[in-house]
């Protein structure tokens, strides 16, 4: 027998074309009778990305067999790290034999078993395996994590990069709770994978009991698809899917359903006749770059009717789908863009027609900082065409150029000047002319040049304190313009919903669009004052309202701009803490002093406990001493809770105080959350009703959320209570 010292050997592989293994012990002995080399003490062998490390590793040269013992270590090219008490490996290192085994993967999951045999690069083979991508616990690391699954055998296949189980049985802290005679699942280095998805259990009012099984179709690197065949008790079945596909310069998006379902012939009533009709949904989605100034796109998106997307995918939201197709370009400060819009009414039994928007070209431009006359000039331009087939269609263009210079002078003054002229076009047809009978149809043609000048000033008094600068700041304004012609034999396409309050005070136009203008003189005025700590904490308040010269009856009995003074408008916000914010805007009439609309939104708390409300008033009151009013209030009181580590709870109720008062929608989610693990159990109660073949009332489903594995929910376990 020969010693050698300690230190490194380095021997080639027997096999032509393999790298040479490496050799370094703290002792090395070698046994020529029977051919064994024995290393001892830090062992290390590697090969390539591949090391072995021991406390004590035996070369055979007769049966070219590694044997490695004590606190052994294998580190595998893919990062993979082996734990086992015994091993025996090929010369090359590639097969081995392992009791004991323990693996700790890529993305922290843990693989254990009794005995496993690795074959080449390609399977790990486990007898009696645990696999869990939880963390154990620090303080007794033999307690079972929260969710692990136990099988006869699993099986990694590094070429699928799958991992596969056989008998499996999965268990929640320790417990067995469900049992699957074959279970399979991608590995850490999968980002995506073909196979089913977790199907989609429960029961509906609507739709009974229900399954939706899923499938996923890897079709490549840039794109995808889901399949899914859905059947309900009272239903028949659904199929439905979802492709994606990724361009070089674009992506695509393709989402529909299809099922033969029951719907009432009658708008309104529920109980009419009803009929197996054909349904379903489209959507489809698209973006692509053309070049560096230009990219166009479309978003489609279409039901075959208003209740279907709300009866099988639970969409309460959308009162309107909005299909889209666009050009558009970006250059420095300028902007262009060819829109069509299309719109689908899914309000239950209305019958006005949605006009169909094409094109729709706008054109923008910025000039530079003190590029003309030491301020800036800007450029606004658009062409509009919006068809009906019975009802107005109107043809628009309009150019409107504007200038704008802010002056500061020695004193403080804040002196902005801007000035703009809109040119503007109109030509409408097959409307109701106000001096035309119902069943007659007119047709109007105008072209207004209007121009608008403003002159703007600000004085901000500003104090820098120890711990906060506080800030009082008035402003007032000159407007002016020629009487506004605001024709009612031109329709009012886009300015028909007046939002009067502090964020347009002190715009030229407070109309939202251009075919109503505001003309004439006027006057505004406010006030800001705030308060900013340096650390934290800050305040805000403005009030302002504007005086108008000439009377002006294009606004709306109930907007606030009706008379020569305006409503009062501000709005304060206040956050003094981090665990406090509000914020809370108003309308206020000036002669009786009573509130036209408010509006509160506001979060108090801790991670611990936080509450949060929105509330909401609109007075619609036409005339001011009018005995009935029409008022809309609504208020939404919530709270969230982290209660407890992993553990939090979220409650929410939604209550209508005028004009009819009771509750609206109320919902509770429960939620566990860990670094594995996803609980949550969702209820929801909707008080409101509605026509059509959709039934309100509870809802309640589960969401499970395995890492690595899949989820499990049951959406829409509705008329349990």
Request: one cysteine or more.
């Amino acid at each position: 027998m020969a010693t050698a010292t300690p230190g490194q050997a380095q021997a080639p592989s027997p096999k032509d074309g393999n790298q040479p293994v490496l050799l370094s012990a703290d002792s090395v002995t070698f046994d020529e009778q029977q051919g064994l080399v024995t290393a001892r003490g830090n062992v290390e062998l590697s090969q390539d990305l591949r090391t072995v490390r021991a406390d004590t590793i035996t070369y055979n040269r007769t049966t070219k067999v590694v044997t490695a013992t004590g606190h052994i270590r294998i580190v595998e090219p893919s990062g993979d790290i082996l734990f086992a008490d015994y091993a025996e490996l090929t010369d090359d290192l590639r097969d081995a034999f392992v009791e004991n085994l323990r693996v700790l993967m890529t993305d922290n999951s843990r693989l254990a078993g009794n005995e496993a045999e690795r074959r080449g690069e390609r399977i790990l083979r486990v007898n009696r395996g645990v696999y869990s991508p939880c963390e154990l616990c620090k303080e007794d690391p033999t307690r079972p994590p929260v969710w692990q699954v136990r099988a006869v055998r699993v099986v990694h296949d590094k070429d699928e990069h799958e991992i596969r189980y056989k008998d499996a049985v999965l268990e929640m802290f320790g417990v067995p709770v469900a049992y699957t005679p074959y279970l399979s699942q991608p590995d850490a280095t999968v980002d995506r994978k073909s196979g089913f998805l977790t199907p989609l259990l429960g029961s509906s009012s609507d739709l009974g009991l229900f399954i939706r099984p899923r499938y996923y179709i890897d079709m490549g690197p840039d794109q995808d698809a889901t399949v899914e065949v859905g059947g309900f008790s009272k239903q028949g079945l659904l199929l439905g899917g979802e492709y994606r596909k990724r361009f070089e310069r674009g992506r695509l998006t393709l989402n529909g359903s299809v099922t033969q379902g029951e719907l009432p012939n009658g708008l309104a009533d529920k109980n009419a006749p009803k009929e197996n009709k054909l349904r379903g949904h489209f959507f489809a989605r698209g973006l692509f770059e053309i070049d560096e100034v230009w990219r166009a796109g479309f978003d489609v998106k279409r039901a075959s009717d208003e209740t279907y997307l709300r009866k099988y995918f639970d969409n309460r939201g959308d009162d309107f789908l909005t299909s889209r197709a666009f050009v558009e370009g970006f250059r420095g400060r300028n902007y262009a863009a060819v829109s069509a819009y299309s719109w689908q009414d899914l309000r239950y039994g209305n019958t006005v027609e949605e006009p169909i928007v094409g094109p729709l070209a706008v054109y923008s431009a910025l000039g530079e900082p003190g590029s003309l006359f030491g301020g800036r000039w800007s450029l606004d331009s658009g062409i509009l065409s919006l068809y009906r087939r019975q009802g107005a269609s109107t043809r628009r263009f309009h150019v409107e150029p504007g200038w704008r210079r802010d002056i500061t002078s020695s004193l403080g003054f804040v002196t902005t000047f801007e000035g703009r002229v809109l040119a503007v076009g109109h030509n409408a047809s097959h409307y109701d002319r106000p001096e035309t009978t119902a069943v007659e149809r007119g047709s109007a043609s105008r072209f207004l040049l209007f121009p608008q000048g403003q002159v703007t000033v600000r004085y901000p008094f500003v104090r820098y304190g120890e711990s906060s600068q506080q800030l009082i700041e008035p402003l007032v304004a000159v407007t002016t313009a020629p009487r506004a012609p605001n024709d009612p034999d031109v329709p009012n396409e886009d300015s028909q919903d007046v939002e009067f309050d502090q964020a347009n005070l002190f715009m030229f136009n407070r109309f939202p669009g251009i075919d109503r203008l505001e003309g004439g003189t006027r006057i505004t005025y406010g006030l800001r004052t705030a308060i900013y700590g340096y650390r934290q904490g800050s305040a805000s308040l403005f009030l302002g309202q504007s005086y108008r010269f000439n009377q002006e009856n294009a606004y709306p009995a109930a907007s606030g701009l009706r008379d020569r003074r305006s409503d009062y408008v501000g709005r304060l916000d206040l956050s003094p803490a981090p665990w406090f914010d509000t914020n809370y805007s108003f309308r206020i009439d000036p002669d009786t002093l009573r509130f036209r609309r408010h509006s509160l939104t506001a979060t108090a708390g801790v991670p611990q406990l936080n509450l949060y409300t929105a509330y909401s008033y609109l007075d619609q009151t036409q005339a001011r001493d009018a005995t009935t009013r029409t008022d809309l209030e609504q208020i939404t009181l919530g709270l969230n809770s982290n209660f407890a580590p992993r553990w939090s709870v979220g409650v929410s109720h939604v209550q209508s105080l005028r004009p009819a008062p009771g509750p609206r929608a109320a919902g509770a989610v429960l939620t566990y959350q860990d670094e594995c693990f996803t609980f949550q159990t969702i209820a929801r109660r909707d008080y409101t009703s509605t026509v059509g073949d959709v039934k309100d009332g509870n809802t309640l489903y589960f969401r499970l959320v395995f890492k690595n594995l899949g989820e499990f929910r049951t959406p829409g376990l509705g008329g349990l209570f």
